[in-house]
């Protein structure tokens, strides 16, 4: 069972325009939201991380909206870059150190 | 500061045999979690630890065990290897058990079983 579903599974951006991965969730005991990124052969890399108790939050060009109510929250990448091509993946946490991932995103910027 | 290293970066075992992992974590961080990524199921929990003790533990068999030392390096062991165990396997250390952290992931240590 996928405690938290990604969608969509890839993703293709012009240079400059605004990227969106979405994600799900039932457990309303996650309480910390996490973004990741991963190039190839590397280790997830935390990109911006939200809490339930706000609703947006953005660094640089990175912005995570987060809907309490409809247990959703997306990732926006605003004036995409192709060096932003990726695999992104949500996460959420229940209490302790344990995460549950979605099934990734892999985005890709087209220059 | 240094972040979460791992070794080895790249191995390949035979099928039967057993596996080590080892993970230093951020300097200061108390808490390191292991964390399995293949392509078809993803990524996923493997156990935690804080302070020398298991905290929690992900739906894998027994043959997937760690542990903690007092300087908070971790270790992870796989026994009897199968095909499937083949993958990437991360590390990740946060400064406090839980509530208001942020967890930091390590490059991986590259499983090939065949």
């Known amino acids: 069972q996928q405690q938290v579903k990604q969608s969509p599974q890839s993703l293709i951006v012009q240079k400059g325009g605004i990227s969106i991965i979405n994600c799900a969730y039932e457990?309303?005991?996650?309480?910390?939201f996490p973004w990741y990124q991963q190039f190839p052969g590397k280790g997830p890399a935390l990109l911006i991380a939200?809490?339930?108790?706000?609703s947006e939050k953005k660094e640089g060009r990175f912005t995570i909206s987060f809907n309490k109510s409809a247990k959703q929250f997306s990732l926006h990448i605003m004036d995409s870059q192709p060096g932003d091509s990726a695999t992104y993946f949500c996460?959420?946490?229940?209490?302790?150190?344990?995460?549950?991932f979605g099934t990734g995103t892999r985005l890709t910027v087209i220059p | 500061k240094a972040g979460v290293t791992q070794t080895p970066r790249y191995l390949i075992k035979t099928r039967g045999q057993q596996v080590t992992l080892s993970c230093s974590p951020i300097s200061g961080h108390r808490s390191v979690s292991w964390y399995q990524q293949t392509p078809g199921q993803g990524l996923q929990f493997l156990f935690e630890y804080f302070s020398e003790t298991q905290r929690n533990k992900g739906n894998f068999p027994g043959r997937f065990s760690g542990r903690q030392f007092s300087n908070s390096r971790s270790e992870m062991n796989v026994s009897t290897l199968e095909l499937g165990d083949s993958a990437l396997y991360l590390c990740?250390?946060?400064?406090?058990?839980?509530?208001?952290?942020?967890?930091?992931f390590g490059e991986g240590s590259w499983l090939t079983v065949v």
């Open positions: 990740a250390s946060s400064l406090v058990q839980q509530g208001g952290n942020t967890i930091y």
């Open positions: 939200i809490r339930p108790d706000v």
């Open positions: 996460a959420a946490r229940a209490g302790a150190n344990n995460l549950f």
């Open positions: 457990n309303t005991a996650f309480d910390y």
